[in-house]
């Protein structure tokens, strides 16, 4: 298996640092989605500083894990200005102290204009403007210090499909975003059956900007698409995992929404198809 296979620290529970990092081995992961504020133990920590950032690592590092994905999960695209302004000083320090995470490329999804989650006024031509606003004040201070980050495209936010992420490209126009492909966000009870396209097109379009792939799975039932841990749904896992392994040798390959007991189905799942 060439995918560097890993997953998100938070979808382990744990009471501690050192208990997350024990389960975290006992799986073979060699990497993490590390999102401080999503931590239990950690629910003091909303900006990073230099020490809490270089202990971290070191207690990651002694671990033989490495922060392939640094989450910041905030709404850079909220109507309430300060909200919209926390979260992006908050992705800056993230950036800023990426260097301290071997230069983990920081990551968030882009959120909703509404500060109440899901809401149609996403899928305005003014939310996709106001996201490329905030991504690309993201990308200047990223491109002033030397950092990466991704975005990543879902179908209830502004970048909800592979239009609109072509458009948010362009228009920021930096070498520094990149891009996290989960096709699972990009696949509704609209257009479940033509995920071999969605699939072939995101690889097709974006294969340069793509840093990190998000394994996750769905099932449809009575007329709702409903996400399931790693294959237990009707994902074709066998295009996305070849596509991945053929073209993105040792990429970093995510684990996300899955309980500790579907773990080793999803591993021996992978190691199956790569």
């Known amino acids: 298996m060439s995918i560097s296979l890993g997953i998100r620290a938070h979808d382990l529970p744990a009471h501690d640092l050192n208990e997350m990092l024990k389960k975290i081995k006992s799986y073979g992961f060699t990497n993490i989605q590390f999102a401080p504020t999503k931590l239990n133990f950690l629910h003091n920590i909303t900006f990073l500083n230099y020490g809490q950032s270089r202990f971290l690592n070191k207690k990651l590092c002694s671990a033989g894990i490495q922060v392939s994905i640094l989450g910041c999960y905030v709404n850079i695209v909220s109507k309430d200005k300060n909200v919209r302004n926390e979260a992006l000083n908050r992705f800056k320090n993230y950036l800023d102290m990426s260097r301290y995470f071997d230069n983990a490329i920081v990551a968030t999804e882009t ?11 996403n899928f305005t031509d003014e939310a996709f403007l106001e996201v490329v606003k905030s991504v690309r004040e993201l990308a200047n201070h990223a491109e002033k210090i030397g950092a990466l980050f991704a975005i990543e495209p879902g179908i209830n936010h502004p970048i909800y499909n592979l239009q609109r ?20 966000n990009l696949i509704s009870i609209d257009n479940f059956e033509e995920q071999d396209k969605i699939i072939n097109d995101f690889f097709d379009s974006f294969n340069k900007r793509i840093c990190a792939f998000h394994l996750k799975d769905f099932i449809c039932d009575k007329g709702q698409l409903q996400i399931v841990p790693f294959g237990r749904g009707s994902l074709n896992k066998r295009l996305f995992l070849t596509r991945i392994n053929e073209e993105f ?26």
């Open 249 to 274: 040798p040792h990429a970093f390959g995510l684990l996300e929404s899955i309980n500790e007991s579907d773990i080793d189905n999803a591993v021996r799942i992978i190691n199956t198809i790569c």
């Open 111 to 121: 959120g909703s204009v509404g500060n109440n989650g899901y809401t149609e006024q």
């Open 165 to 184: 992420t072509k458009e948010l490209i362009e228009l920021v126009n930096s070498p520094n975003l990149k891009l996290i492909f989960d096709p699972c």
